[in-house]
């Protein structure tokens, strides 16, 4: 059964920093892995989309890595801004391609 | 183009009632699925339907049913709530089930309060 984990459950960090959230997930035979963003009451936005095929996508200041053997996956977020406060959700969905497996998030807070 | 859009926002309903929620897809998309996300956790699948057909089904009770409609849009359907049926339900829509990227767009949800 897949299972997906996210570290740190929060961050607090002050404007400008660098950072890095962690994804981890159990079964290394998926299709792709989502990350997502989710403001508080609000949906998800899709952020990066990395095809199991390939290492690493990015999109302006977001840097997302997949290492598919060991499980892991990080989302680097480049000179942090309070408008990234947010909750970053990792997924991924396994090769039948039916149903996206989420980590419980990261509630990431950035103060100016 | 539109995206995903879900309604109602939001509703309230008490224990023993039944609820309909609708989800319209991304125009071109065949794919929807619901997932169910509580408080403070990860959304969590419930179903996925392609082409009109079930696809797949969470680990829901048999109280939550779900269909789609010929122009793809989606309904999703819960008897007798339960408390522990308060939640934010998402839909979310692709373009077919694996194939091209099986990247999935969400909507905004349904906020689903039971008292």
């Known amino acids: 059964k897949q299972e997906v984990t996210q570290i740190p459950a929060a961050l607090s960090v002050p404007e400008g920093e660098n950072l890095v959230l962690n994804c981890s997930f159990t079964d290394s035979a998926i299709y792709n892995l989502q990350w997502f963003r989710q403001d508080p009451g609000k949906g998800l936005t899709s952020l990066l989309l990395?095809?199991?095929?390939?290492r690493e996508q990015t999109s302006g200041r977001l840097n997302a890595s997949l290492d598919k053997s060991s499980g892991r996956s990080t989302l680097y977020i480049a000179a942090s801004q309070p408008g990234d406060s947010a909750t970053y959700l990792c997924a991924v969905l396994g090769q039948a391609g039916t149903a996206l497996i989420f980590g419980k998030g990261t509630t990431l807070s950035v103060s100016s | 183009d539109a995206g995903v859009t879900q309604s109602p926002t939001h509703l309230i309903k008490t224990r023993g009632q039944q609820v309909t929620l609708r989800c319209s897809p991304i125009s071109g998309h065949k794919s929807v699925s619901w997932y169910q996300q509580v408080l403070g956790q990860g959304p969590q699948f419930i179903f996925q339907y392609y082409e009109k057909e079930e696809r797949g089904r969470g680990n829901f009770p048999d109280r939550f049913s779900a269909r789609q409609f010929p122009n793809y849009s989606s309904e999703l359907n819960v008897n007798a709530l339960l408390l522990g049926d308060s939640a934010l339900y998402l839909c979310?829509?692709?373009?077919?089930?694996?194939?091209?990227?099986?990247?999935?767009?969400f909507g905004e949800g349904s906020r689903l309060t039971v008292l």
């Open positions: 990395i095809q199991s095929s390939q």
């Open positions: 979310a829509s692709s373009l077919d089930r694996t194939g091209n990227t099986g990247e999935l767009f």
